[in-house]
Every structure is written in structure tokens, then in C-alpha cells.
């Protein structure tokens, strides 16, 4: 696994007139060895920072600041976590 392909939607909450917005981000994990502990954290770290930086991106019209603040959070949570699941396990297994 080479490049990991991360993507952040906005969820159809909270009356978003933009949602369904979508942002990408290519994630290279060519130079880590996914098998070990230090190289899945480092994986980990690269998706969430992605995660951070496509979310961002996303255009949130929501109805209030924390309402945009608590969807930009799922958004990183969401395509944190479809992005670690397509990595393998530490240790390979």
C-alpha cells in the first residue's frame, strides 16, 4: 500500500444547504512499513492530519458556529476512521 486515498463529506445534518460536499486528500504511505507499531502511528497521524486539512476545506453552512464546529469534528472522525480501516493491522495480522 502506497498512497491511501482519504476522502471527507459533509453529513446531511442539521439543515446543511451544502451538504454532500466532498474533499479529497492522497495520503502517501510508501515509505512506512504498515506491519510495525511505529510506522501504523505514523500512518495514523499522516490520515488525521489529512483528516484536519479536507475537512477544512469543506464548506460548512450550518445553522450556528457550533453546529459547523460539531459536523467539522464528525468529518474528521468519519474520514479517519474510513481511512485506518484500510490499513492492515500492526504486526500484519
Known amino acids: ?3 491511501l486515498l482519504l476522502a471527507a463529506v459533509a ?3 442539521f ?3 451544502l451538504s454532500g460536499q466532498a474533499a479529497t486528500r492522497a ?5 512506512l512499513d504498515l ?9 495514523m ?3 488525521q492530519r489529512a483528516a484536519y486539512q479536507a475537512c477544512r476545506e469543506i ?3 450550518g445553522v450556528g458556529m457550533l453546529s459547523n464546529w460539531l459536523q467539522y469534528l464528525d468529518c474528521v472522525k468519519d474520514a479517519t476512521q474510513a481511512a485506518a480501516a484500510q490499513l492492515p493491522a500492526p504486526g500484519g495480522r
Not at 495520503?27 to 515509505?31: E, M, N
Not at 506491519?35 to 500512518?43: K, V
Open 15 to 17: 439543515s446543511l444547504p
Open 35 to 43: 506491519t510495525s507499531s511505529a510506522g501504523h502511528t505514523q500512518a
Open 45 to 47: 497521524l499522516r490520515i
Open 1 to 3: 500500500m502506497k498512497t
Open 59 to 61: 464548506p460548512w453552512e
Open 27 to 31: 495520503v502517501s504511505l510508501a515509505d
Open 11 to 13: 453529513a446531511a445534518s
